[in-house]
């Protein structure tokens, strides 16, 4: 887990109140181990090791780059005999045993980066055959195996088993898929809450469902079927009306799409639900919520969020490291923003130093998307826009309708 999300576990498990994994805080600035060869980033990877490398990669390939050997054999490196993966293993010629604590969100993390590098079926098909021996019997997955099934987990485990040819409403345990899993988390239409169509991250002690904006935003990717990176969306979608999702992934991941909407609308950020940190910007939850709201069609709707994120995220980037780079990556690859001129920063050239000298890196001009780096771009209902995927470049036509915004919603504070 990088920085935020392992946070955000804690955050959870501490309103939950139920038993949780033992995830630390954040990883400490002065390492407690000595950083391996090709890893990316200099703090401590006790925590995050795997799932910092694992966005690193998958970053640097959706713009074209191709990472070093060093830093994909790493990431091979860490996983453990069965399939799985754990935040780090100091020592890899020991074997895993008992003791290590190997996790969900790692292993489908590495899952999705090598399958979309290519060349490692072997190690992703062990890894998805242990995410399917550590179902739970609703159809998802906590972050530990055996634990409670929760969205966060649940959507990155979708995004492993996409990105890897497998269907996944047809992984099943006791009858329930993934997707019912997901479902389950989604909080109902209610015009009188503010709280209305998202998802939460699990239920508490009486099962009752409390909004979680990180929670919404991984959903909602995984519920349209996709992973960490999302997908350019072929079209627009204009109708964000929250509507029953009992039986419907998608509709799901429109309502929740719609909460990221009003979330976003007050200061084009989302803020942080860690217990003292009120009213302070949550850089990586906004960069996911951009991801997830590309994906569900809503480019227009991204436009606050990218321009808050190009003035204000630099220094973040900078004290979080390669999966903060990885994240805005992403973000501006959904939105149709240049990852080598977000905010007059160069993304792709601060991530690679982060990490061992990558193989080749194309030039500035074939990675970019045509746009001029200003989040107004996207304001243009039509055009081409340039999206970069899986290492190359897919021309993709989309036509930006205008947004149904839905009225009548105050942003969760």
């Given at each position: 887990m990088n920085v935020r999300r392992s946070a955000a576990v804690l955050a959870a498990t501490a309103v939950i109140g139920a038993a949780g994994p033992a995830v630390a805080a954040d990883p400490s600035p002065s390492p407690s181990v000595a950083i391996p060869t090709g890893l990316y980033g200099r703090t401590d990877p006790t925590y995050d090791g795997v799932w910092r490398q694992s966005l690193a990669l998958l970053a640097q390939d959706s713009v074209g780059v191709r990472p070093a050997s060093s830093g994909i054999a790493w990431l091979i490196g860490q996983q453990c005999a069965n399939g799985a993966f754990a935040a780090f293993r100091a020592d890899t010629a020991k074997a895993c045993d008992a003791g290590l604590m190997v996790d969900t969100n790692s292993t489908a993390a590495a899952v999705q980066a090598l399958a979309a590098l290519g060349g490692h079926g072997a190690v992703t098909e062990k890894s998805v055959a242990w995410l399917k021996s550590v179902q739970n019997a609703?159809?998802?997955?906590?972050?530990?195996?055996?634990?409670?099934?929760?969205?966060?987990?649940?959507?990155?485990?979708?995004?492993?088993?996409?990105?890897?040819?497998?269907?996944?409403?047809?992984?099943?345990?006791?009858?329930?898929?993934?997707?019912?899993?997901?479902?389950?988390?989604?909080?109902?239409?209610?015009?009188?809450?503010?709280?209305?169509?998202?998802?939460?991250?699990?239920?508490?002690?009486?099962?009752?469902?409390?909004?979680?904006?990180?929670?919404?935003?991984?959903?909602?990717?995984?519920?349209?079927?996709?992973?960490?990176a999302g997908t350019a969306p072929k079209a627009a979608e204009t109708d964000l009306?929250?509507?029953?999702?009992?039986?419907?992934?998608?509709?799901?991941?429109r309502n929740g799409a719609a909460y990221l909407v009003e979330a976003l609308a007050k200061d084009g950020h989302l803020t942080s639900a860690l217990p003292g940190a009120e009213d302070q910007p949550d850089y990586g939850n906004t960069a996911d919520a951009v991801v997830a709201l590309a994906t569900a069609g809503q480019v227009k709707a991204t436009v606050p969020a990218v321009r808050w994120l190009q003035a204000n995220s630099v220094k973040w980037a900078q004290q979080s490291g390669?999966?903060?780079?990885?994240?805005?990556?992403?973000?501006a690859n959904a939105s149709a923003q240049d990852p080598r001129d977000f905010g007059g920063q160069d993304l792709v050239k601060l991530l690679d130093a982060t990490g061992p000298g990558p193989v080749f890196v194309p030039d500035a001009e074939s990675t970019s998307p045509g746009g001029s780096g200003d989040a107004a771009a996207a304001d243009d209902d039509s055009g081409n826009i340039v999206w970069i995927a899986g290492g190359g470049l897919l021309l993709v036509v989309v036509a930006v309708g205008y947004l149904l915004f839905v009225r009548g919603r105050k942003r969760r504070s």
């Amino acid at each position: 887990m990088n920085v935020r999300r392992s946070a955000a576990v804690l955050a959870a498990t501490a309103v939950i109140g139920a038993a949780g994994p033992a995830v630390a805080a954040d990883p400490s600035p002065s390492p407690s181990v000595a950083i391996p060869t090709g890893l990316y980033g200099r703090t401590d990877p006790t925590y995050d090791g795997v799932w910092r490398q694992s966005l690193a990669l998958l970053a640097q390939d959706s713009v074209g780059v191709r990472p070093a050997s060093s830093g994909i054999a790493w990431l091979i490196g860490q996983q453990c005999a069965n399939g799985a993966f754990a935040a780090f293993r100091a020592d890899t010629a020991k074997a895993c045993d008992a003791g290590l604590m190997v996790d969900t969100n790692s292993t489908a993390a590495a899952v999705q980066a090598l399958a979309a590098l290519g060349g490692h079926g072997a190690v992703t098909e062990k890894s998805v055959a242990w995410l399917k021996s550590v179902q739970n019997a609703d159809g998802g997955w906590g972050y530990s195996p055996g634990g409670a099934s929760d969205a966060n987990s649940t959507s990155v485990v979708i995004g492993a088993l996409t990105a890897t040819g497998e269907k996944p409403q047809d992984i099943r345990k006791g009858g329930k898929s993934p997707y019912d899993a997901l479902l389950k988390f989604a909080l109902p239409c209610d015009s009188d809450s503010d709280q209305s169509g998202a998802f939460a991250y699990q239920p508490d002690k009486k099962g009752d469902l409390t909004a979680n904006a990180d929670a919404t935003a991984a959903a909602v990717v995984a519920a349209l079927g996709k992973g960490l990176a999302g997908t350019a969306p072929k079209a627009a979608e204009t109708d964000l009306t929250c509507k029953d999702a009992s039986a419907d992934p998608g509709q799901a991941a429109r309502n929740g799409a719609a909460y990221l909407v009003e979330a976003l609308a007050k200061d084009g950020h989302l803020t942080s639900a860690l217990p003292g940190a009120e009213d302070q910007p949550d850089y990586g939850n906004t960069a996911d919520a951009v991801v997830a709201l590309a994906t569900a069609g809503q480019v227009k709707a991204t436009v606050p969020a990218v321009r808050w994120l190009q003035a204000n995220s630099v220094k973040w980037a900078q004290q979080s490291g390669p999966a903060a780079y990885a994240q805005l990556i992403l973000a501006a690859n959904a939105s149709a923003q240049d990852p080598r001129d977000f905010g007059g920063q160069d993304l792709v050239k601060l991530l690679d130093a982060t990490g061992p000298g990558p193989v080749f890196v194309p030039d500035a001009e074939s990675t970019s998307p045509g746009g001029s780096g200003d989040a107004a771009a996207a304001d243009d209902d039509s055009g081409n826009i340039v999206w970069i995927a899986g290492g190359g470049l897919l021309l993709v036509v989309v036509a930006v309708g205008y947004l149904l915004f839905v009225r009548g919603r105050k942003r969760r504070s």
